[in-house]
Nanobody, 123 residues
Framework: QVQLVEAGGGLVQTGDSLRLSCAASGRTFESYAMAWFRRAPGKEREFVAGISWSGGRTRYVDSVKGRFTISRGNAKNTMYLQMNSLKPEDTAVYYC????????????????WGQGTQVTVSS
């Protein structure tokens, strides 16, 4: 079992930065690929970024490439999402997720989910 807790969301203005964190419990954190998803009002949950268990492979949705950076610290059981140059269309609830399968964009491949943290970007 892995329990995930997100933090770091908030209300910011266009162009600002935020860093989200996802703290994981459990002794096998380093065995899981991790990802960030988001759900905007009235939209489906969307893959944002993912990272392999070793941190050696990352993957991003096109809309955040060059602006967001995913990373993980296995010693601290924590994953991060550095979000720069935020836009109003980034407004959503952001969720972290874990899977033994690999860095996939499909939500059903993820076994564990956090409760989410709200990110709101004002124009």
């Amino acid at each position: 079992q892995v329990q995930l807790v997100e933090a770091g969301g908030g209300l910011v203005q266009t162009g600002d930065s935020l860093r989200l964190s996802c703290a994981a419990s459990g002794r096998t954190f380093e065995s899981y690929a991790m990802a960030w998803f988001r759900r905007a009002p009235g939209k489906e949950r969307e893959f944002v970024a993912g990272i392999s268990w070793s941190g050696g492979r990352t993957r991003y949705v096109d809309s955040v490439k060059g602006r967001f950076t995913i990373s993980r610290g296995n010693a601290k059981n924590t994953m991060y999402l550095q979000m720069n140059s935020l836009k109003p269309e980034d407004t959503a609830v952001y969720y972290c997720a874990a899977t033994m399968s690999g860095v996939y964009v499909v939500p059903v491949t993820y076994d564990f989910w956090g409760q989410g943290t709200q990110v709101t970007v004002s124009s």
